[in-house]
């Protein structure tokens, strides 16, 4: 494996190289990741993983300040999984002085996620956009935990760029709830919640597909997540395809965000 913390550097190695597959992170690399890097590892000739925590997605100072960090244990776990290259970039090294800072979701994305985090998916499509324009890469893996990120991703680079999005199914904690960094900002005791969540989430997914009337009881299942000391932000459903909220038993999904203890969760079912 080897480590490069300059993406002109990083280049100049792999210019020559094909296939090569990207699997971009913000560190704290947990089974998650892993899932991404070994799907890669299956179809890619070679591996690519970058950490770098993006300041331009986080809405909040404080979120960003205490995203969790350990670069030291990410390479070990990197090494383990026998990744061919890593880049740890800086902030100048990524956006530089001609980053493109125009760029906008549709109005019609302003929904779920980026309904409530105001200039998070600009942040995430810049700093995609800014390593597809200077990374030799063929394909990047991204996790449907992160749905509506996945779709917004999928359809900016497909406008822009000859490189294909791989989506890669989300990696759970003992089927219940998704694995995310910030898990690791709670302790072992508080990860009962969510995953009681993810079986409240689980009962009515299985009670809507049987009979999809049951959708206009999203409200009681809103007010009995709040009684699990939740601060819920949104709990809707969409559909799968358009995430429009046209959906029906076939095509639906059900997204949530809501914060426990100060930290803010997503997932899809």
Known sequence: MIIFKSINKLNKYIENIDN??????????HNGHNSLIKKCKKICKKTLVSIFVNPKQFNNKKDFRNYPRNTKKDIKILRNLKVDYVLLPKYSDV?????????????INK??????????????LRV???YLIKLNVKKIFLGEKDYQQLKII?????????????????????NTFALSSRNQLLIKEDLYILSEIFLILKSFKL?????????????????????????????E??????LSKNCNETNFKIFISYYYKNIRFIDNI
């Open 111 to 124: 929904i779920l996620c980026a309904k409530y985090r105001p200039g998070h998916f600009e942040g995430v």
């Open 207 to 235: 009670r809507l597909k049987k009979n999809f009337k049951f959708k206009n009881k999203i409200y009681d299942i809103k007010n009995l997540i709040c009684k699990m000391g939740v601060k819920l932000e949104y709990l």
């Open 128 to 130: 995609i956009n800014q």
């Open 154 to 174: 999928s359809n900016f680079v497909r406008k822009r760029f000859n490189i294909k999005v791989v989506a890669c199914k989300t990696i759970r904690h003992k």
């Open 20 to 29: 090569i597959g990207f699997v971009p992170t913000m560190g704290s690399i």
């Open 95 to 107: 956006y530089g002085s001609k980053e493109n800072r125009s760029i906008k979701i549709p109005k």
């Open 237 to 242: 459903l969409r559909n799968k395809h358009t």
